[in-house]
């Protein structure tokens, strides 16, 4: 006679949640591995913002005046149609050049004091400087709103590793000083946009110095026929 033996299936095991959602401290410290293209990506992006490449100061607006205020203005190198920004008010490094492109100054604005690269520009304008430079190449540090396409507020700039850091000043001396020996441009990153000077923005003294020429000349053709009149009538 055999016995009948009723098998019961193992209840399932009820975890402590405490135990099951626990992770070993040494694995949740470590901190995710960037690919190479993720570091390539990322050089540079949490200092320099955009930059402006050997503008040209006849078409800076320094003197502004009553509806016409002074302005720094460029649009994005890779969408031209787009609405132009307006960078008189960005803080970084600038650096200017006389007309053969030979770097002449270099200077910072907005990182120690409430100056802006457009009152520096202004200031170089009547100074020392002021028939030192027609160009300027500038490295912003505050973005710009893509919603409103104005400049961001200043924040404080914060760079995780020192090769990053490298990056960027090396980027900015080859940028400035182009070494006829570096082939390659500075490594900034892809998040850094480079703008392009925008032709409508005409400072207004050049503009009154050419009113003023060409009545010079207007009165000189003038003074010419009455001098040439008399000298016939004598």
Same mark, same amino acid.
């Given at each position: 006679?055999?016995?009948? !033996?009723?098998?019961?299936?193992?209840?399932?095991?009820?975890?402590?949640?405490?135990?099951?959602?626990? %992770?070993?401290? @040494? @694995?949740?410290?470590?901190?995710? !591995?960037?690919?190479?293209?993720?570091?390539?990506? =990322?050089?540079? /992006?949490?200092?320099? &913002?955009?930059?402006?490449?050997?503008?040209?100061?006849?078409?800076?607006?320094?003197?502004? +005046?009553?509806?016409?205020?002074?302005?720094?203005?460029? %649009?994005?190198?890779?969408?031209?149609?787009?609405?132009?920004?307006?960078?008189?008010?960005?803080?970084?490094?600038?650096?200017?050049?006389?007309?053969?492109?030979?770097?002449?100054?270099?200077? #910072?604005?907005?990182?120690?004091? /409430?100056?802006?690269?457009?009152?520096?520009?202004?200031?170089?304008? *009547?100074?020392?400087?002021?028939?030192?430079?027609?160009?300027?190449?500038?490295?912003?540090?505050?973005?710009?709103?893509?919603? *409103?396409?104005?400049?961001?507020?200043?924040?404080? $700039?914060?760079?995780?590793?020192?090769?990053?850091?490298?990056?960027?000043? @090396?980027?900015?001396?080859?940028?400035?000083?182009?070494?006829?020996?570096?082939? #390659?441009?500075?490594?900034?990153?892809?998040?850094?946009?480079?703008?392009?000077? $925008?032709?409508?923005?005409? =400072?207004?003294?050049? @503009?009154? #110095?050419?009113? *003023? #020429? &060409?009545?010079?000349?207007?009165?000189?053709?003038?003074? &010419?026929?009455?001098?040439?009149?008399?000298? +016939?009538?004598?």
């Amino acid at each position: 006679m055999s016995d009948n !033996v009723t098998l019961k299936a193992p209840e399932p095991r009820t975890l402590n949640p405490k135990v099951a959602d626990a %992770v070993p401290v @040494e @694995e949740s410290a470590k901190p995710p !591995v960037a690919t190479e293209t993720e570091r390539k990506k =990322d050089q540079g /992006q949490k200092i320099i &913002a955009n930059m402006g490449l050997f503008w040209k100061r006849e078409k800076i607006r320094l003197r502004g +005046k009553k509806g016409r205020p002074s302005q720094l203005v460029g %649009v994005r190198a890779i969408a031209k149609r787009a609405d132009p920004v307006d960078f008189w008010k960005q803080t970084g490094i600038y650096a200017l050049y006389d007309g053969n492109y030979r770097l002449v100054y270099v200077g #910072q604005a907005g990182l120690g004091d /409430q100056h802006c690269i457009g009152d520096r520009l202004k200031e170089h304008s *009547t100074g020392d400087l002021a028939g030192r430079w027609e160009m300027v190449s500038w490295f912003g540090l505050r973005g710009v709103n893509k919603g *409103t396409n104005m400049l961001r507020e200043p924040a404080a $700039v914060k760079f995780t590793t020192l090769p990053e850091l490298a990056n960027v000043l @090396e980027g900015i001396l080859i940028e400035v000083a182009e070494p006829p020996m570096n082939k #390659q441009k500075g490594r900034f990153g892809t998040w850094v946009e480079r703008y392009l000077q $925008v032709d409508d923005a005409v =400072d207004s003294e050049v @503009e009154s #110095q050419k009113k *003023t #020429q &060409a009545l010079i000349e207007h009165f000189d053709k003038k003074l &010419a026929a009455i001098r040439k009149c008399l000298l +016939k009538q004598s």
